[in-house]
């Protein structure tokens, strides 16, 4: 199964047969990571760019040593001294980055949209590292790809997300990810921050925070994005901390090895205590990790070089043997 594809805009554009197809490469590319040969040739000859609008440690620096790892050449653009800064549309970057021969441009922006826009303006493959309050694809296929190691399939999960719904395009591609694959979402946080549409995408809201996290396979907690609030929609961190936020005495109530996850990065104290965070059911770092598989396993199916530039040819990794692939 080829995921044939140009654009990775969001995971509501991934069938649940892409999505498995996307997670068994990353499977192969963390064995590769983990091999510690991380050097491969597959993308060798292909230039991919960061166009970060907005903050980032992990989604920027994981895409920059995935492309690294697969032979690429990287730029990253660092927007505040940039053209941007002088006025340059979004549409109008792009083409100049486009004219420069880029074949893979990740972008964060803080508009929901940007990554769509865009796409439509380049040839190149376009991956959206977070979009506004829309969606943040990589970040759930790392989710999905690290709770399927430990369970296999993600069918039946109980995966309890908790925290700052309204804000988060982590938990809507998480949503939509995890209906897809047959998981079930259970959301939970201040009535402030879980927006109504959200049980119309089929996830289910926990009246308490002990409703939720009972019995769940995977407990998410989600960053308080203040950056995002134009007002106080709870009245304290330590308020917060107190009716919202993950403990060890709450998290025990979860299955006895149920996964602790977080997509970083993490308030500690507020959305989770240490004990949590640094607790023996976490996979907090784990994710991070499965983040450079996955974006190697995207990068591979939009540039590999197998690829044609008119017809994107997006090769199965599934099958190649580790040492195949490492050069
Ligand atoms: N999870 C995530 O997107 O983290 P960064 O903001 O550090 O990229």
């Known amino acids: 199964m080829n995921v044939n594809k140009k654009d990775i805009l969001g995971i509501s554009g991934l069938s649940a047969e892409e999505i498995s197809s996307i997670l068994d490469a990353a499977s192969v590319m963390k064995r590769i990571i983990l091999s510690g040969q991380k050097k491969t040739n597959y993308l060798r000859g292909s230039t991919v760019l960061t166009l970060f609008y907005e ?5 920027r620096v994981s895409f920059e040593l995935a492309a690294k790892y697969m032979g690429a050449d990287t730029v ?3 927007v505040s001294a940039s053209s941007v800064a002088k006025g340059e549309t979004l549409a109008d970057t792009g083409k ?9 441009i990740v972008i964060r922006h803080n508009m929901s949209g940007a990554p769509h826009l865009l796409a439509k303006h380049v040839n190149a493959s376009v991956i959206n590292a977070g979009d506004g309050m829309h969606e943040h694809p990589t970040q759930a296929l790392l989710d999905m790809y690290t709770i399927r190691e430990y369970y296999k399939s993600l069918k039946g999960l109980k995966v309890a997300i908790i925290g700052d719904i309204y804000h988060s395009r982590v938990a809507r591609s998480n949503i939509i ?12 946080g201040p009535s ?28 998410m907690g989600l960053r308080m994005q203040l950056e995002r609030q134009k007002n106080a929609l709870f009245p304290s961190k330590s308020e917060y901390a107190r ?20 997509p970083g990065p993490v308030n500690r104290g507020v959305e989770m205590t240490s004990g949590v965070i640094d607790g023996i059911n976490s996979v907090i770092n784990e994710q991070v990790t499965n983040g ?21 040819y997006k090769a199965s990794l599934v099958s190649l043997p580790v040492q195949e692939v490492c050069v």
């Not at 897809?180 to 979402?185: E, L, R, V």
């Not at 396993?297 to 530039?309: D, I, P, Q, S, V």
């Open 55 to 59: 903050n980032s440690t992990r989604t």
């Open 243 to 262: 009716f919202f936020g993950m403990n060890q005495v709450n998290m025990s109530l979860a299955k006895k090895h149920a996964l602790w996850m977080h």
């Open 76 to 78: 990253n653009i660092n």
């Open 192 to 219: 402030t921050l879980i927006p109504p549409e959200i049980e119309k995408m089929g996830a289910e809201v926990a009246p308490t925070i002990n409703d939720a996290i009972y019995q769940a396979d995977v407990v």
């Open 177 to 188: 990810g995890l209906i897809k694959m047959g998981a079930k979402p259970v959301i939970y």
């Open 96 to 104: 100049t980055l486009n004219s420069m021969g880029a074949d893979v």
């Open 292 to 312: 450079v598989a996955v974006r190697m396993a995207l990068l591979y199916m939009l540039a590999g070089k197998e690829n044609n530039k008119d017809v994107k």
